[in-house]
């Protein structure tokens, strides 16, 4: 075969990939597109976007999972963590839209049920709290950003529109609307807002940050006082 010929193969091959994913992962392409800054083109997340890719394994590997076909579902997610450091498990339920971004280190537990449209940045755990049966990782609603690092551990709900921050240890449910941030997880509500959609991780509400801020408040309000009546005297 004349390397003209495999040059050929090699380009039809990758053309009818991207034209798969392009019509059964329209939604992941969208939100890929639109939530991360960095993607120039629709072709460019097809090829080079390992959370796509662990996305697509992960589909393939759930549908064969549903079919009780053993063992194969297991292989899909065991060489799609080995290529893209992101590990889904089969028996996991993931919505639509779901953008994982850059991905090292992401984990997604066998009960996890992940909603529309939601982000898990790197080293992002869906997991579970010790050796509980039956549901034992979370369940997240639609339209959720989690954080680089965040932790989510056990049987319980993150509601939609909701932001975890990084590094935040989540082990108890938390409504709609609501920011978790810290070590463990502390919630403030976030004026009962939807996230947007540029996932703005800087101007976040910090529950420990604002008790911090009172409490100088009231330090420097004690301080005033006392310089007051000293200078009264």
Do not use: W
């Not at 800087?202 to 408040?217: A, F, G, R, S, T």
């Amino acid at each position: 075969m004349g390397i003209l010929n495999l040059l050929m193969i090699i380009v039809l091959a990758i053309a009818g990939f991207v034209l798969l994913v392009t019509i059964f992962f329209k939604q992941e392409i969208e939100s890929s597109k639109e939530k991360d800054p960095a993607a120039k083109s629709f072709i460019e997340i097809v090829l080079l976007y390992p959370g796509l890719h662990a996305i697509i394994a992960y589909r393939i590997a759930h549908g064969l999972f549903k079919k009780k076909i053993p063992i194969i579902p297991d292989i899909i997610s065991k060489v799609a963590r080995f290529f893209t450091g992101i590990e889904i498990h089969p028996a996991a339920q993931i919505g639509r839209g779901c953008f994982v971004d850059h991905g090292m280190g992401v984990v997604i537990g066998e009960t996890s049920i992940i909603g529309e449209n939601v982000t898990l940045f790197q080293g992002v755990t869906l997991g579970g709290t010790g050796k509980e049966t039956g549901k034992r990782h979370p369940t997240l609603g639609d339209n959720i950003v989690v954080g680089a690092g965040a932790k989510i551990l056990g049987n319980i709900t993150i509601g939609s529109n909701s932001y975890v921050g990084a590094n935040a240890v989540v082990l108890q449910s938390v409504p709609e609307n609501t920011t978790v941030v810290g070590v463990p997880g502390k919630v403030t509500k976030q004026d009962g807002k939807k996230i947007d959609k540029m996932m703005d991780h800087i101007h976040v509400l910090d529950p420990v940050m604002q008790k911090m801020e009172e409490l100088q408040e009231r330090i420097d309000s004690l301080e005033s006082k006392l310089k007051g009546k000293d200078g009264g005297k």
